[in-house]
């Protein structure tokens, strides 16, 4: 099988904890070439990590020869820069998400499948990978709890002194809107909109109950689709006492619920007429099948599911929730 030769830029949390396990699950497809991080004590850790060569300014690593794709994870502020340099310089790019730090950087990056057709763009959204999330599609599709008209979705935890994003700079003094409810609410947002299309945000309202992580920390936001679903996204990072990911999906003949409980993710399908049935599935998977996807787009010609136009369109709904809420 032909490997994809990938330079890494950034070797923070997500390059050691999420994306180099999945690489490791993908050694037939991908061979880590180069890394780059600006600070050498961390490009070196990594690089030993994965056997390749360092270089702490990313121009370098895109000048090689032996690199056809990168995969970025830098502070959010950098992702468009970083990716147009990457196109720019003929490499394949799957940047973390979310896409860019403003709406304009965003929609630029659209247009990117344009500019650079013979180039893969891929935002690494992994909820568009969760199979718990693609479960309950199917599960929608086949019709068997009826018509959805609502959906709740609860996500409430604690950014705890042990959680390393809690201390990351560029988080807590975020160049960009809405701090971590940007950060990691825009993974919700990726899986509603797979779920249920468009998101019509109806109200919001957000709540600094942390300074100490960023401007705000919470948020309660309403929303329809056009099919005239109605829902509400609670996301609290600040939530003392009570930690819960939970998403409940309404139809006229059953629910479907699905929660998340570190890696494990349980879809159950319950109703008055239905058989329950549970599912199990761990979410990291939702990593390495993000890899997959990237790599059979550069190898195969084919079309990424997680876009740059999907990146920018989860981007755009956050922040018409946090317009909604007079915080942006
Ligand atoms: P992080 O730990 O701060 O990693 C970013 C890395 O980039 C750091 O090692 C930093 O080095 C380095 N860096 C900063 N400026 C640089 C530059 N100009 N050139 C080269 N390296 C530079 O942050 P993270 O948590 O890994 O997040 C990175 C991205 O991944 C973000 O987009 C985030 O949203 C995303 N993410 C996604 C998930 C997911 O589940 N999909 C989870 C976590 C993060 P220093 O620390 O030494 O400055």
């Not at 061979?31 to 370098?60: G, I």
């Not at 979310?98 to 630029?108: D, G, K, W």
């Not at 891929?122 to 199917?138: C, H, Q």
């Not at 960009?176 to 109200?203: Q, W």
């Amino acid at each position: 099988m032909q490997k994809v030769r990938l330079g890494i830029i950034g070797t923070g949390i997500a390059a050691k904890k999420l994306h180099l396990p999945a690489l490791r699950k993908l050694e037939d497809c991908f061979e880590v070439t180069c890394v780059c991080n600006h600070t050498e004590p961390k490009a070196k850790e990594f690089a030993s990590m994965v056997d390749a060569p360092y270089v702490l300014d990313y121009n370098e690593l895109l000048k090689r020869d032996d690199v056809d794709a990168v995969d970025i994870m830098l502070p959010v502020e950098l992702n468009y820069q970083a990716a147009t340099d990457s196109l720019r310089a003929g490499k394949h790019v799957m940047v973390e998400k979310p896409i860019a730090a403003t709406l304009e950087q965003a929609r630029q990056m659209a247009d990117y499948d344009k500019k650079y057709p013979s180039l893969v763009t891929m935002v690494a959204e992994n909820f568009r990978y969760a199979p718990g999330i693609l479960k309950a599609k199917d599960i929608i599709s086949s019709g068997s709890i009826g018509d959805v008209y609502s959906v709740h979705w609860d996500d409430f935890g604690l950014m705890t002194a042990d959680v390393a994003y809690a201390h990351t700079r560029w988080r807590i003094e975020h160049k960009y809107p809405g701090g971590f409810i940007m950060d990691g609410g825009v993974h919700n947002i990726s899986a509603l909109r797979t779920l249920l299309g468009e998101l019509d945000i109806k109200s919001a309202k957000t709540l600094s109950i942390n300074p100490d992580i960023g401007e705000i920390d919470s948020i309660t936001m309403t929303f329809e689709t056009p099919d005239g679903v109605f829902g509400c996204f609670n996301d609290y990072f600040s939530s003392n006492g009570f930690n819960e990911n939970r998403l409940v999906i309404l139809g006229t003949k059953g629910s479907v619920i699905l929660s998340r409980h570190k890696t494990n993710e349980l879809v159950v399908v319950t109703g008055t007429n239905i058989a329950e049935q549970k599912y199990e599935f761990d979410y990291s998977d939702s990593y390495t099948d993000e890899f997959r996807d990237f790599y059979h787009a550069i190898t195969q010609g084919r079309q990424v599911i997680s876009t740059f136009q999907e990146g920018a369109k989860d981007f755009e709904t956050i922040l018409n929730a946090l317009k909604a809420a007079g915080a942006a």
